[in-house]
């Protein structure tokens, strides 16, 4: 079983509207990074919240963790078009690979 | 510009072929990965290069093999591919970080296709 699980699987909301995307985690961790996949590229990292912090915000982004539930959650305000994408959560610990979920699937519309 | 590159792009081969990717990264890094994303977006780790230790994930099978020349380059052969071997190859690299709060940095994939 995955070590990290993004959910929901899939999401569609309109453009201006605010989404957040859940992730659990089972290992103890010393961070959790939030990755962005566009169609036809690479994961590229939005925010990386450590295991001592409990909110991390990056323009738009807002990450939260909370270890004792082995959870975080990634919101956006006033989605774009552009943020369509897949997003995953990835658990770092120390002296070990990093772990990604499977992903949710965000698709915003006009 | 620095970043991850990988070639080729696509690649469309017959079961039982032997097959080469590359991959450069042009940002410093001392630490490289591949990792394999099937149909359904999941993303496996297959191996982990740093300071020419090589860390394989013990379920990649035998017939999978990076090479590398140098911290800049890790490459993927794969020899007599296999139908289950069809997915996106995913290049990347980060800085050193015994604590993995390092941001891994992608390159674009390789699309796989066996036949």
């Known amino acids: 079983s995955q070590l990290a699980e993004e959910n929901p699987w899939a999401l569609s909301v309109h453009e201006g509207e605010s989404v957040t995307v859940n992730c659990s985690y089972k290992?103890?961790?010393?961070?959790l990074q939030w990755y962005r996949q566009k169609s036809g590229e690479g994961p590229a990292q939005l925010i990386l919240?450590?295991?001592?912090?409990r909110e991390k915000r990056n323009g738009r982004l807002r990450a939260t963790l909370d270890t004792s539930s082995q959870s975080s959650s990634l919101s956006i305000t006033a989605t774009r078009c552009e943020d369509t994408a897949v997003y995953f959560c990835?658990?770092?610990?120390?002296?070990?690979?990093?772990?990604f979920g499977q992903g949710t699937s965000l698709s915003v519309v006009p | 510009e620095t970043a991850v590159f990988q070639t080729p792009n696509y690649h469309v081969t017959q079961v039982g072929n032997e097959v080469s990717f590359n991959c450069k990264q042009t940002?410093?890094?001392?630490?490289m990965y591949w990792y394999k994303q099937d149909s359904k977006k999941l993303l496996k780790i297959m191996f982990s290069?740093?300071?020419?230790?090589?860390?394989v994930n013990e379920t990649v099978p035998r017939r999978f093999s990076p090479q590398s020349s140098d911290k800049a380059h890790l490459n993927l052969r794969i020899k007599s591919v296999e139908p289950e071997d069809s997915a996106v190859y995913l290049c990347?690299?980060?800085?050193?970080?015994?604590?993995?709060?390092?941001?891994?940095?992608f390159g674009p994939g390789t699309r796989l296709t066996v036949l």
């Open positions: 990835a658990s770092s610990s120390s002296f070990s690979k990093l772990v």
């Open positions: 290992t103890s961790i010393t961070a």
């Open positions: 919240i450590r295991s001592n912090e």
């Open positions: 940002l410093g890094h001392d630490t």
């Open positions: 290069y740093n300071n020419k230790q090589l860390i």
């Open positions: 990347a690299s980060s800085s050193r970080d015994p604590h993995n709060y390092a941001e891994q940095f």
